[in-house]
């Protein structure tokens, strides 16, 4: 149904430059330019540069140039997060002051210690949807004072969303529209756990805003109304709708798509250089090709 409200619809490709783009994020660039131009709607394009240690200029000049002969065309100026870093900044103030934050101090190290005693000694550690253990719950009951003297001296932390405190604050149970599919097949309205991730990070001293914590602003902030992303970030989503839920930001529909696999049946990774687009466009694939390759896959490209 094309309607005159669909031409209100904004799309975005969100990619992170520190590395080369693949197929896997062709197919979702295609989807979402396509998508956009079949509604009438906009196609944005965004530059999840948020981690300075990873993102390199290189590699966003990489991705302006790789989509650019995919034949797909964006509003500019393209945002970047790292322009936005103090807007990120008040949102994690605002959840600090509504009491759902703390500061974590355990490395990883120490967390993959205090799971392998537990595992040693019989016990099961839990797990995120990704298979990392879960960051302990005892240590949002360290006394306040302590963890801010310790801060105050320098010690490394990162803030961390209490769920329990989280999920106490949303009115409802949440959920999502899902016009894609999850890696069980899950879709239309969705049940949102985001209990399943544990005490997830906002905000590390070196990435002032997470990931979970910029998506769902910048969404916001750039009006998005539809999210097309790869299935690996679907049971994120969870965690995005508890975000803005507490933000009280509006909740896009969502579109997750399959994973294009890589040569060897494995997921696709940017360090893998065969399978980029431009090793592909260096061996002489076309756009064209490119397109016809993913349907290949069997992914229907409007
Ligand atoms: N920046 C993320 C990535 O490159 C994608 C974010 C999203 O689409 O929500 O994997």
Redesign the pocket.
Known sequence: MQTALSKNRVF?????P?GLLHLG?AL?AILNHDLAAACGGRFLL?M?DIDPARSRPEFEAAIYRDLAWLGLDWEKPVRRQSEHLAFYGAALERLKAMGVLYPGFLSRGEVRARVLAQEAAGGVWPRDPDGAPLYPTEERSLDRDRALGWIAAGRQHAWRLDMEKALALVPEALSWSEAGEGPEGETGTVAARPERWGDVILSRPDAPAS?HLA?VLD?AAQGITD????Q??FH?TAV?RLLQSLLGLPAPSYRHHGLVPGPDGRKLSKSNEDTGLTAYRERGVSPAGIRALLAGYGFVLH
């Open positions: 975005r490709f969100a990619p992170s520190n994020h979702s965004r999840e990931y998506v969404d999210v097309v992303r790869g690996d970030l994120a995005h």
